[in-house]
């Protein structure tokens, strides 16, 4: 059967392709004393909090189980927008809330939305590989601009007037980003809006690790600058609901029409059980317990960093948000006569029973230099980890 050019331009999603190599390796040696560790995870290793589980739970008794609208249940676009005004002081009205399948449909609603064919957006090299699959995906073409430690590896408004050409439309950020951690001070991302909004382009800002921030310097929502930026985030990474596939975007009032219409025939609604169940994230007692796991987050962060970095796997820059660590391995690898950081993760998988992501999956600028290391993992992980790194390391040495 004949598969459709739209299709066929949709690169594997690599760290999926790691990951089923890492269960089958994992499988392997799951009873051994050295089981694999995974560290080549996306999601937290917490689940949905006491409250948020029974109200899915009393939803489900109730037969609360039909179509919400498109849109969402107005409760839940409400209490999101309370949230931006108490954790961020942004003032998003709810009207401006679409609901969504995830950010990963929130992501897709807004290119379609707003993406010609032909269209091109601009993103960062390295980026979480689906955001360039959705803009072609609308028949779009992402245009990756190589970053730089120095630039925490983020667009700065000088590079988007410099790559700006005829086709461009507009920039797809995300900050904090997946794979770095790292985010776009909010003013250069002022800049790099006003770059945008002056050759009348579009400012969409993937913020679906902002609630996991670190640091006061950045951790403030994009919309906080206009009401024309474009901001997608979800239920799957602060609010621990990954596999509850909830999200949503944030739109300017003239969008709204055409991205309700998208989302009435595209997907009907997101799933009404986790709408009803997430209403309870933002009950007094759930906020609480996602702050104190914000704080583990942080504490697991600040041990990993330097015992990564002193192992050799350079971190250029300290994440401020999200739970990845982007380490530059050819130091550490080269040392055992590897080269390249998919091989690398090949080899860690079998030697030290240690999954990690290849780079390859977020651009092609320095990435087959860098790995993606997640800390979604518990501490005692993390330990056992740098020791089997270590122990690697130092056998080969020894031999
Ligand atoms: C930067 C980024 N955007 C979007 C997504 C998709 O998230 P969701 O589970 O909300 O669809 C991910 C998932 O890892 C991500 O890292």
Redesign the pocket.
């Known amino acids: 059967m004949r598969i459709t050019a739209r299709a066929e331009r949709i690169e594997p999603f690599y760290v999926m392709e790691v990951a089923k190599a890492a269960a089958r390796i994992g499988r392997e040696v799951a009873n051994t004393d050295r089981p694999m560790i995974y560290l080549n995870i996306?999601?937290p290793d917490f689940t949905a909090p006491p409250l948020v589980q029974e109200a899915a739970i009393r939803a489900v008794r109730a037969g609360a189980t039909q179509y919400t609208p498109a849109t969402g249940l107005d409760l839940l676009r409400e209490r999101i927008s309370a949230w931006y005004a108490s954790r961020f002081g942004v003032d998003v009205p709810a009207r401006r809330i679409v609901i969504t399948?995830?950010?990963?449909?929130?992501?897709q609603l807004a290119c379609l939305a707003l993406i010609e064919a032909g269209d091109e957006m601009l993103l960062p090299d390295p980026s979480?590989a689906?955001?360039r699959h959705f803009v072609t995906a609308a028949d779009g073409k992402p245009v990756l601009v190589p970053t730089t430690a120095a630039e925490r590896f983020q667009l700065s408004a000088a590079k988007v007037e410099a790559a700006w050409g005829e086709r461009t439309r507009g920039v797809l950020l995300?900050s904090p980003?997946?794979p770095t951690g790292t985010s776009i001070a909010p003013g250069e991302l002022r800049r790099i809006h006003e770059v945008v909004s002056r050759r009348g382009g579009i400012t969409l800002v993937?913020e679906?690790?902002l609630g996991l921030s670190y640091d006061d310097n950045f951790g403030r929502t994009a919309l906080a600058i206009d009401d024309q930026v474009i901001s997608?985030n979800?239920?799957?990474?602060y609010f621990n609901m990954?596999g509850w596939?909830?999200?949503w975007l944030v739109v300017p009032d003239s969008i709204v029409p055409a991205v309700e219409r998208l989302a009435q025939n595209l997907f009907i609604c997101a799933s009404t059980v986790s709408q009803h169940a997430a209403l309870a994230c933002f009950e007094p007692e759930s906020l609480a317990e996602y702050e104190r796991r914000r704080a583990q987050f942080k504490a697991r962060r600040d041990w990993f960093i330097p015992q990564l970095d002193a192992l050799g796997l350079t971190v250029p820059v300290m994440p401020d948000g999200a739970f990845y660590a982007w380490a530059d391995c050819t130091g550490f690898a080269g040392k055992l006569g590897i080269f390249g950081s998919w091989d690398f993760a090949f080899e860690a998988m079998n030697k030290a029973h240690v999954a990690l992501t290849p780079g390859r999956d977020f651009g092609s600028a320095e990435t087959s230099r860098f790995i993606r290391f997640s800390t979604a993992s518990s501490m005692a992980h993390l330990e056992e980890a740098v020791a089997r790194l270590r122990g690697w390391a130092e056998g080969s040495k020894a031999a």
């Open positions: 996306g999601e399948a995830g950010a990963s449909a929130a992501l979480y689906c955001n995300a980003s997946n993937d679906i690790y997608i979800s239920f799957s990474k990954t596939r909830l999200g």
